[in-house]
């Protein structure tokens, strides 16, 4: 929401200060320039993009515009979820929970946390690791370093999404001079004309500079920027599961996993020991 706020201020405050200068609005939409600036950057971007990093980016985008799933909602239903099995798994032994891992998306268990389910990704993670732990032969080191080694590979892949956005805000102030070099040279045929219309070319080519900037600092690098901070929580997610599974194959009690988990969150969205041991004491008690 406040991506969409930002933008709206951007929007605004580079139109308020033109009318206030004394400029008409109209005057900077230059079709022209906006299909030549637009058209060259989904261009570039077609041609240096392959397909999957090109989905990834569109779906990236949307997440960005959303409220962030990775809250202190998210975590304590985290918590929950990862106390219960942990238990389950040191009460009736790690065979307990061998079905609600396999199969997560039609575990009772996994149903009552359906936003922690929706992360299918980071679902995936968990219970990839954990049926490491069920076999036994990986020592806790070792899957530490399996788990780093999966979660680097997954934040190099999301880090090409924010390096789409970033490389064509970087290039859009050279498309931008592109545009207004066609427009000059537009203006150039009609050097005989009025003082009027030559005066209208050469607006209309200064736009194309006006535009390129402001798309490139104005929309596509602060997008780029948020993309990032979405990658950070979601990467910040996957070291808080994997501080549970590590500490958990080490033989440390559930409720000691998940404070490792705890632990791993980042401040603005932990929840303090007595709240994490409120939101497991029914599970206690059960």
């Given at each position: 929401?406040?991506?969409?706020?930002?933008?709206?201020?951007?929007?605004?405050?580079?139109?308020?200060?033109?009318?206030?200068?004394?400029?008409?609005?109209?005057?900077?939409?230059?079709?022209?320039?906006?299909?030549?600036?637009?058209?060259?950057?989904?261009?570039?971007?077609l041609?240096?993009?392959?397909?999957?990093?090109?989905?990834?980016?569109?779906?990236?985008?949307?997440?960005?515009?959303?409220?962030?799933?990775?809250?202190?909602k998210?975590?304590?239903?985290?918590?929950?979820?990862?106390?219960?099995?942990?238990?389950?798994?040191r009460?009736?032994?790690?065979?307990?929970?061998?079905?609600?891992?396999?199969?997560?998306?039609?575990?009772?268990?996994f149903?009552?946390?359906?936003?922690?389910?929706?992360?299918?990704?980071?679902?995936?993670?968990?219970?990839?690791?954990?049926?490491?732990?069920?076999?036994?032969s990986?020592?806790?080191?070792d899957l530490?370093?399996?788990?780093?080694?999966?979660?680097?590979?997954?934040?190099?892949?999301?880090?090409?999404?924010?390096g789409?956005?970033?490389?064509?805000?970087?290039?859009?102030?050279?498309?931008?001079?592109?545009?207004?070099?066609?427009?000059?040279?537009?203006?150039?045929?009609?050097?005989?004309?009025?003082?009027?219309?030559?005066?209208?070319?050469?607006g209309?080519?200064?736009?194309?500079?006006?535009?390129?900037?402001?798309?490139?600092?104005?929309f596509?690098?602060?997008?780029?920027?948020?993309?990032?901070?979405?990658?950070?929580?979601?990467?910040?997610?996957?070291?808080?599961?994997?501080?549970?599974?590590?500490?958990?194959?080490?033989?440390?009690?559930?409720?000691?996993?998940?404070?490792?988990?705890?632990?791993?969150?980042?401040?603005?969205?932990?929840?303090?020991?007595?709240?994490?041991e409120?939101?497991?004491?029914?599970?206690?008690?059960?």
């Open positions: 929401m406040l991506t969409i706020v930002g933008l709206v201020v951007v929007i605004g405050s580079v139109l308020g200060g033109f009318m206030i200068a004394g400029g008409n609005p109209a005057a900077l939409l230059q079709i022209s320039e906006i299909v030549s600036i637009v058209g060259t950057s989904v261009g570039t971007i041609a240096s993009t392959p397909a999957p990093v090109l989905k990834a980016t569109a779906a990236k985008l949307q997440s960005v515009i959303k409220p962030t799933p990775f809250n202190k998210l975590y304590l239903d985290s918590l929950k979820l990862l106390y219960e099995l942990f238990q389950m798994a009460k009736d032994g790690l065979v307990a929970i061998e079905g609600h891992i396999e199969k997560p998306k039609e575990s009772s268990l149903k009552k946390y359906p936003a922690v389910l929706h992360e299918h990704h980071a679902m995936d993670f968990l219970c990839d690791s954990l049926r490491l732990v069920l076999v036994g990986v020592p806790p080191h530490e370093g399996l788990m780093d080694s999966e979660i680097d590979t997954h934040h190099e892949a999301e880090a090409k999404t924010v789409v956005l970033q490389k064509v805000g970087d290039a859009l102030p050279g498309i931008g001079i592109v545009a207004a070099v066609a427009g000059i040279i537009v203006t150039m045929g009609a050097i005989a004309g009025p003082i009027e219309e030559i005066g209208h070319h050469v209309a080519a200064l736009t194309g500079t006006f535009m390129g900037v402001l798309f490139a600092y104005g596509i690098n602060p997008l780029a920027t948020s993309m990032e901070h979405v990658n950070s929580g979601e990467a910040r997610y996957y070291h808080f599961l994997k501080a549970a599974v590590v500490s958990f194959a080490k033989g440390f009690s559930p409720i000691v996993a998940a404070e490792f988990a705890r632990r791993a969150i980042f401040s603005d969205d932990r929840p303090t020991f007595g709240e994490m409120a939101a497991v004491k029914p599970q206690k008690a059960a």
